[in-house]
């Protein structure tokens, strides 16, 4: 007996299995680390502290975060219309092109107020334009955008390396980066800022670009579900042929749902570039684009869901790297291993518990499930 | 002399050719199998990754080159199951799935390396008897005199490890088997219609799991040969994408053997070249940046996915769940 | 045991003379609530044609589905030429000799007629030992059974009446003694279908037995000899077919007359048209003619019935008026608006100028099954004003007008904010439908408007669409459901092929000359 077509109570999809998922995830993580020999117990607790445990521990944290929420959200608006974008690390760093190109140009000359609105437009138009090529290819050729995007990635490395090593280079550097951007481009500090208002904390990363990945949260849910585009998008996600019914053009849907990604993703370049490093470097993106994949997954492509699963990757990067620190048997890409292990329970293996969780269900509540046929 | 420094640089190129191609022929011949069964395989560069963490392991904990490919292709046939247990028993996402085992395979093969060996990531160096060394052909240095052919065959053919020879004879291996056998008769009809295959009286899951299978082993011969034959031990990431490319090619090859071989060797080609252009200008172009051959391959497949150089037409049954109830 | 009764039997079939070929003893199954087969008891003599029909949804396909092994049934047995049998899987149903022909055929279309029939059944692990071998054999078979196909053509490529050969071949030869084929005549043409009878015929004479799988009488009375009736997942007759009659089997297919509503039929010969189609053709991507040349017209205040078997170019028809598909050449005229190859007016446009479309298939188009009722309920109009507010949907408005379509059009349960999909098909339709005549549409396109709709439900959408039309609205129904169409239709159309074969006035409209219209054979008939 099928048991695929048997409905669930919210909770059960929406929270349990999530959930349970997500421990699964993180019990084989612990495995590993029993495994190397080092206690899992241990290892966590040493994580949430060097997370939350002091100030400049929850500032690392939410930097990362702020790199998680924009990924996972250009992935998440990509699956409400059914596409999968794994392009977010290519698109992520072409933004980072875009920012470079702006202030090369303009931060000698341009105010503080017009430097950070054109870097943040800079970001988004370029990861908008490198992720526009694969949806053109998708809704007018046919070519699958799975397959492009992981193309795409290889081809914005090769473009980002040429041009760092050739044309933007700093004159005079050895090292393939561009020069420092003027101070009047940079995106403002989170301790500056406090400081401002008189509160005191430690310089860390962390900037203004997590009030903006929070902003692009709210936007994002809004477009989705309170506007008629959203309700185009979701459509035509659902449904092609019903989209088509509804005057809704599939094609479209597809080029503006995935330039509105590519710009997620290029938002990464305003928070490292305009953030954090201050001029562009090799592989400034390093490897968010693809968690973006494991923060969306997990979040179930919803933005308050996002937000979470990237506070939970914050906490493994800025954990990790404490762990690493006080167990050097373990190392930061034990992080990586993480968010493999994410992938796999909460996205490939999402429907591994659901047949047993059927079972479960309908053995406690035959009666209801009855009523509810009847 | 400029044209016999010619000639030799030529041969030299196609020597590499062969060398950087041959991890590239395994992997484009698993995906075949795989994707020819309609499971759609981006793993293959996690599996290769994994395969030449644990080769390179073996090989330093045992000193035997055997037990190392045995290694290699065990932990690799894992991963093929494990992909093949999300895809084909749970009908999960196959594209997530491999996407899994890619990022699981670039984490916890640093992870282990630097837990167990404490060098960064990397397995110990390899001594040459724990690695697969060059062989050199019977009577080549006769055959090396004859005009032309032979320092053709001296050059290229002659003087490889074991694994290459392994993949040159894996693709008309590839070939007999998904066109001449009862086995590949099975396989190319679940990639198009599994429906058609189960009232033949066929398991579609069996038939898929044996083409995960075969596409496991394959990888775990791939990243076998980059820890401990064309490389002596086993170093971080060191696939660097290499499994894509050969994605790239099987799909360049539009699923079929012998021109996913032949796009192997020029995308391979491609890489051999670019490091010998580095810096040198072409007459009549100027200096080609190395890093625009080296994303040809990803550009070349683009352009073939857009329909702009024939048709790719993928396995019509590639990527969707099989379900028998409704 | 073989003399047990079957329920509702009319007469008592003769012993047979040896074992049964198939026997299926009380088999059951149920999919989620839908009990499809219940307490099913069959038995089919060895070496005649049984013929088992029955309206669309009354089990026969899961019926012969269980007994190839697709589906397992819930309880019950089977027994296979007197012993019990255990078919779990395909390959137990071609181990016990069974051979199904499929309604949707199970070949891979990029193989050669060689390799689909060589699937599954290949003698040797090499592909050419076995091939040769198959060659012979099946020269053998075509030659004895009229079968010929060209083992070496791409299987794709070939014509449906030919790809059902193939599937015959395929189970010729696995050996297959008990033929099963599934609604085999839906895709032929007339003079492929007698060319499968006359096969049909020849296997009999070499002792195959044969279960025919089929909604068309006429080919009951023609080629069984026995027929059984499904109706409800029930087998409510067996009987010798040269006992019955086609009207007899039709009462038993249909069950007790319902009281059909009868509504009064309009014609007002002066009306303005409401569509007017000139001409029209239509290709569908691989080229093939799906509308093929037609003309006719809808007056306002008049329903248009087209009726037809399924898979005639009625869909396509609707999909084209509707804006969805282009007209390949040929033109027409809807609610005043011509429409050209050149000229087209898109889906949202058609819905400006009041044409409306309650779709045929309307778990694909009508409604998104994951959104909320209200949401769906504005499937098409999202962009009006009334339900945005600036950048924003207006979920208030939205809300609002959902429950007021659904307490107009007695949506159960009233709740614009469940999920779509936990709606009964009947209150979907009713949703859609209510949704469309919410519009005051001028022109009204429906397909299908009762298919998987319980019983309440269909009087009120049949009321609502006679209101539409009392409101002088020009109304285009499309239905496979002949009672429906007879019981709406001002005027009936019949397609066959892409063409229109035929008109009739809905008052004078007869069930049999319509039948006879439907399957083209009314020069044979006449």
């Known amino acids: 007996m099928s048991t695929s077509n048997v409905e669930l109570p919210a909770w059960i999809e929406v929270i349990l299995i999530p959930v349970l998922n997500i421990c699964l995830a993180l019990f084989f993580a612990g495995l590993i680390i029993f495994a190397i020999g080092e206690s899992p117990l241990e290892a966590v607790g040493i994580m949430l502290n060097g997370a939350f445990g002091y100030d400049e521990g929850v500032g690392y944290t939410l930097y990362y975060t702020t790199n998680f929420i924009f990924t996972g959200l250009a992935v998440a608006i990509a699956f409400h219309a059914r596409l999968f974008n794994i392009g977010g690390e290519g698109q992520a760093y072409i933004g980072g092109l875009g920012v470079g190109l702006a202030f090369l140009l303009l931060d000698g000359y341009l105010p503080t107020v017009l430097l950070l609105p054109i870097g943040i437009i800079a970001a988004a138009l370029f990861g908008a334009a490198w992720a526009f090529i694969p949806a053109w290819l998708q809704a007018y050729r046919g070519s699958h955008i799975v397959i492009t995007t992981i193309m795409f990635n290889f081809i914005a490395s090769a473009v980002m390396v040429y041009l760092l090593v050739n044309v933007l280079i700093k004159p005079g550097s050895m090292s393939p980066e561009t020069r420092e951007f003027s101070q009047s481009s940079w995106m403002p500090f989170m301790h500056e800022m406090l400081a401002v208002v008189g509160i005191d904390v430690t310089r860390t990363p962390l900037n203004l670009s997590f009030i903006l990945a929070l902003v692009c949260c709210l936007l994002v849910w809004i477009y989705i579900w309170k506007t008629r585009w959203g309700y185009a998008l979701r459509t035509a996600g659902q449904s092609e042929a019903a989209a088509v019914y509804a005057g809704i053009k599939p094609k479209r849907i597809i080029i503006i749902t995935m330039c509105i990604s590519g710009a997620l993703a290029g938002m990464v370049a305003v928070n490292e570039v305009m953030g954090v490093h201050h001029r562009v470097i090799l592989n400034f993106t390093a490897g968010y684009g693809f968690t973006g994949i494991a923060v969306a997954l997990m979040g179930r492509n919803h933005p308050v869901g996002i937000i979470l699963a990237s506070l939970l990757f914050g906490v493994l990067y800025q954990g990790g790297a404490e762990l690493a620190f006080e167990m050097p048997k373990i190392t930061r890409e034990m992080v990586v291993a993480i968010q493999g292990l994410i992938i796999l329970f909460s996205g490939a293996l999402a429907l591994m518990l659901r047949p047993a969780m059927v079972k479960i269900w309908l053995a406690i509540m035959p009666a209801r499930a009855v009523a509810q046929h009847g | ?326 | ?526």
């Open chain 2, 1 to 326: 002399m400029d044209s016999l420094l010619n000639a030799q640089t030529v041969l030299s190129t196609l020597d590499a050719t062969l060398r950087v191609s041959t991890p590239l022929i395994l992997c484009a011949m698993a995906g075949l199998f795989s994707e020819r069964s309609g499971i759609i395989d981006i793993s293959l560069e996690g599996k290769m990754l994994f395969a030449a963490f644990a080769a390179g392991a073996v090989a330093a904990v045992t000193g035997s080159p055997w037990l190392a490919l045995a290694a290699g292709m065990l932990i690799s046939t894992v991963l093929s199951l494990l992909h093949g247990f999300a895809c084909i028993t749970t009908r999960g996402d196959q594209v997530v799935s491999g996407l899994a085992i890619n990022v699981l395979a670039s984490g916890l093969t640093i992870v282990l390396g630097i837990a167990w060996f404490s060098q960064g990531g990397q397995t110990p160096a390899l001594a040459s008897d724990a690695r697969f060394m060059p062989l050199e052909l019977p009577f080549i240095e006769q055959i090396g005199n004859l005009p032309f052919i032979g320092p053709f065959l001296e050059i290229v053919i002659s003087g490889h490890n074991l694994l290459v020879y392994v993949a040159l004879i894996a693709v008309p291996i590839t070939w007999w088997v998904v066109y001449k056998t009862r086995f590949g008769l099975r396989l190319r009809a679940v990639g198009e219609n599994p429906l058609a295959v189960d009232t033949a009286g066929i398991s579609v899951s069996l038939l898929r799991y044996k083409a995960v299978v075969i596409a496991g082993v394959l990888c775990g011969i791939a990243g076998t040969y980059l820890a401990i034959a064309q490389n002596a031990a086993f170093a971080r990431e060191m696939t660097a994408g290499q499994g894509y490319i050969a994605l790239a090619a099987m799909i360049f090859g539009k699923w079929r053997p012998v021109p996913a071989l032949l796009a192997c060797l020029m995308f391979g080609f491609l890489d051999a070249v670019a490091i010998r252009l580095q810096g040198v200008p072409l007459p009549g172009i100027g200096e080609v940046p190395v890093q625009l051959i080296q994303a040809l391959p990803y550009l070349l497949t683009v352009i073939l996915l857009a329909g702009f150089i024939g048709k790719a037409v993928a396995p019509k049954a590639i990527g969707v769940p099989f379900a028998k109830e409704r």
């Open chain 3, 1 to 526: 045991m073989q003399s047990q009764k079957t329920q509702g039997e009319d007469r008592p079939l003769p012993p047979a003379n040896d074992q049964l070929a198939i026997e299926l003893r009380k088999i059951c199954k149920r999919f989620g609530q839908v009990q499809a087969n219940r307490n099913i008891d069959l038995q089919v003599q060895p070496g005649t044609i049984h013929g088992i029909v029955g309206e669309n949804g009354a089990g026969k396909s899961t019926l012969m589905s269980i007994l190839y092994g697709f589906y397992q049934a819930d309880s019950g047995e089977i027994l296979i030429n007197g012993k019990p049998a255990k078919i779990k899987s395909s390959r137990d149903a071609i181990d016990s000799g069974i051979g199904m022909v499929h309604q949707h055929f199970m070949l891979v279309e990029t193989f050669t007629v060689l390799e689909n029939v060589l699937l599954g059944a290949e003698q040797s692990a090499m592909l050419d030992k076995s091939e040769r071998n198959a060659r012979d054999v099946l020269e053998h078979l075509s030659e004895e059974y009229q079968l010929s196909v060209p083992l070496d053509a791409i299987t794709g490529e070939l014509p449906v009446g030919q790809q059902q050969r193939t599937e015959i071949l395929k189970a010729l030869y696995r050996n297959a003694e008990i033929l099963i084929l599934d609604e085999p005549t839906g895709v032929l043409t007339p003079q492929e279908a007698d060319q499968l009878f006359r096969v049909l015929q020849a296997l009999k004479d070499r002792g195959v037995t044969i279960i025919l799988i089929t909604h068309k009488l006429r080919e009951i009375m023609d080629i069984t000899d026995n027929v059984s009736v499904l109706r409800l997942g029930e087998i409510v007759s067996t009987q010798r077919t040269a006992d019955t009659s086609t009207a007899a089997l039709a009462e038993l297919m249909v069950g007790r007359k319902l009281e059909t509503q009868s509504f009064e039929k309009v014609d007002n010969p002066d009306a303005e048209n409401g569509i007017e189609v000139h001409n029209l053709t239509v290709k569908d991507d691989r080229g093939l003619t799906r509308i093929d040349n037609i003309s006719f017209n809808v007056k306002r205040g008049e329903i248009v019935g087209i009726a037809g078997v399924a898979g005639n170019g009625q869909s396509t028809l609707l999909e084209v008026l509707a804006g969805i598909q282009s007209p390949g050449s040929g033109e027409f005229v809807i609610n005043g608006h011509n429409v050209t190859p050149d000229t087209t007016i898109s889906p949202k446009e058609m819905r400006e100028i009041g044409v409306q479309h309650v779709p045929e298939d309307r778990l694909r188009l009508g409604l998104i099954k994951s959104f909320s009722a209200a949401e769906s309920s504005v499937l098409g109009y999202q962009n009006r004003k009334k339900f945005n507010w600036r950048m924003f949907l207006n979920i208030r408005s939205i809300r609002a007008a959902c429950k007021k379509l659904m307490q107009a059009f007695d949506v159960r349960p009233p709740d614009p904010k469940l999920k779509s999909s936990s709606f009964s098909g009947g209150n979907q339709q009713k949703l859609i439908l209510a949704r469309e005549l919410e519009q005051s549409p001028s022109v009204l396109l429906v397909g299908q408007p009762t298919r998987g709709v319980d019983i309440g439900a269909i009087e009120l959408i049949h009321q609502k669409i006679i209101e539409i039309r009392d409101a002088n609205c020009a109304v285009l129904l499309v239905s496979v459901e002949l009672d429906e169409i007879m019981t709406l239709s001002d005027r009936i159309l019949v397609m066959f092929e892409g063409r229109i074969v035929g008109t009739m006035n809905g008052s004078d409209a007869d069930k049999t000359t319509l039948g006879l219209m439907m399957a083209n054979a009314m020069d044979n008939a006449a």
